[in-house]
């Protein structure tokens, strides 16, 4: 692997072990009675509020429409991401280290499985939620269901909701950009340092 | 002379009430100045979702509490209560609350609250704190700014009723507390006519910026006058408290002619840096008092009360050079100290002329021992000796003043219904309005700081009238909000206020409005009886009470259905509220409950006592429209016959448990 390819795989890694430290994903809630908004933090091991007591206010709320508890204790996902992450930090600074192009490309495909699958987690639960509710539900819209979408806005009833990558997805999407760059434009000699994050941001989200 | 005045002023007042709307300017003779309505209603108008500039807190006088308003629209956001049971939320009610309002005469559930007071810090208001005093059973409260309650209650001794208070002290060292009338010190059974020998004023001064702890320092006894409102000193003044007294003649009878013979009373003029010096030194004396301080805890937001047992006593001559008389003309109410600290404008209520003392004239009067005598030992200044000169008004009854940010300084005259604007260099009147009417005391919010904001004075009328649509014969009372930023008043906004607004302070909204707390976190909760989840709650039976641990949240309690109380029982029901979330009270109301209602905060755990009358179903239910499903917010109490063998317990129905799960969260 060239100089600079060693070094985006390295930044990446960085990067990948930084995000544990920070929310990957944001939901945000806005509705006439909430214009302060409620919100959600999902991190690679926690669901947070986006302000103190705002993960109960969901929940509560959330009881009209019949949708399941979020019990962040109860989501398996929130106890192996964080050491998956760990790993694949860890293990692609060895293979920066170590400087061999094929390890390089099964990180890579490893890093890529995991985002994507983290993501079609994500979903899933999503899609949980929003479709397993109480056949008791205090509120029943026929036809209604309340998955908030990955990303993007959608009216849900009173509330919008509004879902996104948070600090730590970002830093994840720019990894994803770096080891992509150190892959398939590792440069040769000295070239200089470019722009690596021109190329991250053009990486969609959802690839990352 | 008056009844000139009176026309000259009030007869254009009164034309003024016809053409209000119109064009103010025109009726309002000297105050004109081309203000039509609805430059006056741009002035005052704050868009829907906009906030007000600052924040009122006026005292709302015998309603005991005080009241929260915007400025400059006048709206009205919230009544504290204070020195009053207030069914709306259980103040004095619940269990939580009660102790706040005993006293050494047992629970006193009402008080005559007149003068709030905001805390300083270097001689500015800081917005922490805001103290308020009950004249009738001497008391003076704390009222905490980012939750706007009460939090303490420390009773005065010997005093007997506490108006000249709780004004502040430029660091909040202190507030005073003047007692009005004058007792026996201590009272005991004498013959009224006896007052000038055995009757005596008192000066209290209080702890002020110790939370949960204030205490008298030291009780100041003083000549059997009246004491009525006080201004502490600042910047170069700082270390002295200005009180105005009337009474001097020592009447004990008929007082409206006997105590207004005099052609001056007195404003004292007391070193409170002295007399803590003469404390230290072994001058002062630990005499038996019995008076009851009330405290809230803030993990368990239990009020308690402690009994206090001795108050610290001097008197003058105890500490000679640390208090002075200076003669005022007559049966002063206000004396104000000006943001530079140097005058001091006293307000003689029968008189026309307004007094301005200087306080470095005072301090070289003091020095050269320019004396007039004495009264009890206390030396008796010069008249001329402390006088900057008379603001000859125009007016009569000259009560209280205030000051801006640009020299000038605003009298209220209640005789003659009017504010007068005066230059405080040169003691002429530049501007004067009518008030509608009669005009108590007014606010130029910070006014008595050192830091007043010169935007606004407002006049705190006692006379209603014809200023609104009538409602009876008790009428509301009425604000009126001018503008003072150009050289003439201008007359922006009447406005009307519940109670009887003695005094009001008002403070910049940025410094309070991003300190308010929003709800209390459960985790923090440490009442006895809380409840965290509803897997916490219960019914449990001590003898003849029945505990019941409630929670609450959106839409439902639990339990809601309880069974096993009989006749006889006495039930405290204790409700937690398990939301986490801004605006989100519940409230609690039993059928035929003698006692009161309940709202609960988020977070927080209140207690209603209910001793049920007779056998039968009682419903009880949340009375804070708390969301879609408040309707359904409801429960049963079955309430059996003495003996009877219904066991006791509270259920709840199983399709609940989401929400519990929920709520644990």
Known sequence: MSRRARVFLAVASLLVGVSVLLPLWRIDLIAP???????????????????????GSINNLNHYIGMAVIEPDEIPELRFMRPVFIVLAVGGLGIAALGRRLPAMLWMGAFAVVMLGGLADMYRWGYDYGHNLDPHAIIQVPGMSYQPPLIGSKQLLNFRATSWPASGGWLLALA????????????????????????????????? | MASSLIRRRLLPAAAAVVLAGVAYSCAGGKAGSGLTASDAATRVYVAPGSYDEMYAFMSGGFNGQVGVYGLPSGRRFKTIPVFSQYPENGYGYSEETKPMLNTSYGFVPWD????????????????RWLFINGNNTPRVARIDLTRMETDEILEIPNAAGNHGSPFITENSEYV??????????????????????DFNGQVSFVVANDPGKMRIAFQLVMPGYDYDLAHAGK???????????????????????????????????????????????????????????????????????TVENTVTQLTPKDCPNSTYFLPTPKSPHGVNVDPTGEYIAAGGKLAALIPVHSFSKMIKAIEAKDFDGERDGIPVLKYESTLVGEVKSGGLGPLHTEFDDKGFAYTSFFISSEIVKWKVSSLEVVDRVPAYYSIGHLLVPGGGTSKPTGRYVIALN????DRYLGT??????SAQLYDITGPKMKLLLDFPTEGEPHYAQAILASKIKDRQVKYFKLADNKHPNVSRSENETGVTRQGKVVHLRLTAIRSHFAPDNIEGIMLGDTVMFHVTNLEQDWDIPHGLGIMGNNNAELLIMPGETRTLRWVPQRVGIYPFYCTDFCSALHQEMQGYLRVSPPGSNVPLKGTLSKLAKTADNAAKK
């Open chain 2, 176 to 197: 005073v507390a003047s007692t009005r009338f004058s007792v026996p010190v201590p009272n005991r059974d004498v013959p009224i006519a006896d007052y000038k020998k």
């Open chain 1, 33 to 55: 009675q909430y214009p302060e908004g409620l919100g959600l933090l999902i991190s690679s091991h926690k669901i947070d509020g986006l302000k103190e007591g705002d993960l």
């Open chain 2, 112 to 127: 005559d609250a007149h003068h709030p007071a905001l805390s300083q810090t270097k001689g500015e208001d800081d917005g």
């Open chain 1, 176 to 208: 994803g950009g770096l080891a992509t760059a150190a892959i398939f434009f590792p440069g040769r000699t000295r070239q200089g340092s470019g722009a690596p994050a021109g190329h991250a941001v053009h990486v969609p989200p959802a690839a990352a």
């Open chain 2, 472 to 477: 009876g014969p008790e009428l509301t009372q």
């Open chain 2, 462 to 465: 006692k006379i209603t009238k």
């Open chain 2, 235 to 305: 910047g170069p003044s700082h270390g002295w408290m200005f009180l105005t007294s009337y009474n001097t003649e020592q009447a004990n009878s008929l007082l409206e002619v006997n105590a207004s013979q005099n052609d001056k009373d007195f404003v004292a003029a007391i070193n409170w840096k002295n007399l803590e010096a003469c404390v230290k030194a072994g001058k002062a004396r630990q005499v038996p008092a019995t008076y009851y301080h009330n405290t809230v805890d803030s993990a368990t937001r239990i009020a308690h009360s």
